[in-house]
């Protein structure tokens, strides 16, 4: 595969959105095989390693403390509870262990806790993800010692949209995050929400924000849970914005595909209200990446059980990490 270019122009993300959809789907999966195992996806769990009490006021996030949603907070996990989870994700097929903790940003004296989680999960063959809101070089230099694959910290929209969701951290401190992760030779998971009542226009500037960039290892695609009690759960949740159009969706996923041909793309949140039609369209489209498992942090997921009777249905084998975080495809 030639370089990815990070040179992409918004006229060009917006021509292939506007591709007929069947031309949109055969260029993303020609540029997918050309890069990734062909019909094999990577199965992650995710799990909420502190849950609530977030400061942040995103206006998706059942976690803030703008909420209204009765969700308590809780104390950072036990060590030792994270890496049950983990066994048990192990066993279920997973190939990478995110783990996730409500705060804007991760206290010095949590940090010799979170070490031993992310030495923990790496010793049993697995991939580790955390995202534990913003960092300083230093902690992601911690993280990095420790052995970290990945840290997730979405970008969530498009810039000009991004005041809209969030105003208590601005885009360019998103960006500072990402930098430190990168300048500590961790891997980046980044990518955003749809179906936040955003037009294409803004999931242009979604994909030309995260093209433009050093491509993110790993791009989750999520679609908006409407929660009551959130401003956008109760904006959007009696409206047809509340839903994206699947096939739109679908699109959505094509044009990541295209525009970083190297990244996992992961179908995250939303996945348990989509059909199993549309779900299918985006692995056609070039995603290679789901969480399953029964719940994503505080939201509800569509389950090992029916997640393994769909990849059966598709003749598409799991994936699972190798050491020292690689991939490989899962025997026959």
């Keep these: 595969m030639t370089e990815p270019r990070t040179d992409w122009t918004r006229a060009e993300i917006a021509a292939l959105f506007d591709l007929p959809f069947m031309d949109l789907l055969y260029e993303a999966q020609t ?40 969700l308590k907070a809780t104390k950072l996990m036990d060590v030792r509870a994270v ?99 990168r300048a500590a030779g961790i891997n980046v998971c980044c990518g955003g929400i749809v179906g936040m009542g955003e037009t294409r226009e803004d999931r242009i500037g979604f994909i030309h924000a995260l093209a433009t960039m050093p491509h993110p290892e790993s791009v989750p695609i999520n679609a908006l849970v409407p929660v009551k009690g959130t401003v956008l759960g109760d904006m959007l949740a009696d409206t047809p914005l509340a839903k994206i159009d699947e096939i739109e969706f679908v699109r959505t996923v094509a044009v990541a595909r295209i525009a970083m041909p190297a990244s996992m793309v992961r179908l995250s949140a939303g996945r348990e209200s989509m059909s199993e039609a549309c779900q299918a369209l985006c692995f056609m489209a070039g995603a290679n990446s789901i969480f399953t498992g029964d719940k994503l942090l505080t939201a509800p997921n569509a389950g090992d059980d029916s997640d393994g009777a769909l990849l059966a249905k598709l003749g598409i084998a799991a994936m699972h990490a190798a050491p020292h975080g690689h991939l490989e495809e899962a025997a026959e």
């Design 31 to 70: 540029v997918h095989r050309a890069g990734h195992p062909r019909n094999a996806v990577q199965l992650s769990t995710l799990l909420s390693i502190k849950t609530g009490g977030c400061p942040e006021d995103c206006g998706y996030c059942s976690q803030s403390v703008h909420a209204e949603t009765g």
């Design 83 to 181: 890496l049950q989870s983990a066994a048990m994700a192990k066993d279920n097929g997973s190939g990478r262990f995110c783990m996730g903790a409500a705060w804007r940003n991760p206290k010095d004296r949590d940090m010799p806790a979170l070490i031993e989680m992310v030495k923990g999960v790496r010793a049993m063959g697995m991939e580790t993800c955390m995202t534990l809101g913003m960092l300083t070089p230093a902690q992601a230099d911690m993280l990095a010692q420790a052995g970290l694959d990945y840290y997730n910290h979405n970008i969530d929209t498009a810039p000009e949209k991004y005041g809209e969701v969030i105003t208590t951290r601005s885009f360019a401190e998103r960006i500072d995050t990402l930098e430190a992760v």
